[in-house]
């Protein structure tokens, strides 16, 4: 699976959009972007993930760029609650036999 | 509540035992993974099982042992048991040819070795 590379921390504040770059340059053709998050000592969470085209759902938007190199997480209206460890991982979405694996991720921390 | 069932949710136990850790997967999935997460390793997958069978192995130690059986749930057994094993220990489980789907993860079991 291709690697990827995110700031280790981020700022925010409430109300205001939050945008988590990502960047996965060795990303190949049949590889998906998936998105987690981790609030403290809590299970990840499944975000949202994508191949190609841009996805939103009730959670998140996820922004890929054309040439699948790197990717932006979008929280439209950050909340106190959405202070977590943000993962971006790509893996190849194949028979599901593939494995996720995480990286450190970024700690978004949102503030009043 | 996820739909993925860890217990117990928290476990003492002193160095050179053994313990099970038992992980209900969501209804209808069939693959089960264990990872581990300490303070200073981040998540590390262990194993995958999927309907019965081992899938794939990450960084399980050999004194680490897993099943899934028949009713899909699964165990991850672990032995002879070290102060550096203290963790939390989660298990996700995921559909049916899944490539394209999330994990769902349980909210884990907390181990201290004392």
């Known amino acids: 699976d291709a690697k990827t590379t995110q700031p280790p921390s981020m700022d925010c504040a409430e109300g205001r959009a939050a945008n988590l770059p990502c960047n996965h340059s060795?990303?190949?053709?049949?590889?998906?972007v998936y998105w987690y998050r981790q609030i403290h000592s809590q299970g990840p969470q499944y975000i949202i993930h994508g191949l190609k085209n841009n996805e939103t759902n009730e959670m998140a938007s996820l922004i890929i760029t054309e040439d699948r190199k790197s990717s932006t997480l979008i929280l439209p209206h950050a909340t106190l609650r959405d202070t977590a460890v943000y993962y971006c991982i790509v893996r190849g979405g194949d028979s599901g036999y593939s494995t996720l694996t995480f990286g450190k991720g970024t700690m978004l921390l949102v503030s009043p | 509540d996820s739909g993925v069932t860890q217990t117990p949710k928290h476990l003492i136990t002193a160095t050179g035992q053994r313990v099970t850790l038992r992980c209900s997967p969501r209804?209808?999935?069939?693959?089960v993974y264990w990872y581990q997460q300490s303070l200073d390793q981040g998540l590390q997958f262990l194993i995958q099982?999927?309907?019965?069978?081992?899938?794939a192995k990450g960084n399980i130690l050999e004194r680490f042992s897993a099943q899934q059986f028949p009713d899909l749930h699964s165990e991850l057994n672990l032995s002879s048991l070290e102060l550096g094993d203290s963790a939390l220990y989660f298990c996700a489980s995921s559909g049916l040819g899944t490539g394209i789907y999330g994990y769902t993860f349980g909210s884990g079991t907390r181990l201290t070795v004392v």
């Open positions: 099982y999927y309907n019965g069978e081992e899938r």
């Open positions: 209804s209808g999935d069939l693959s």
């Open positions: 060795t990303i190949s053709g049949n590889e998906y």
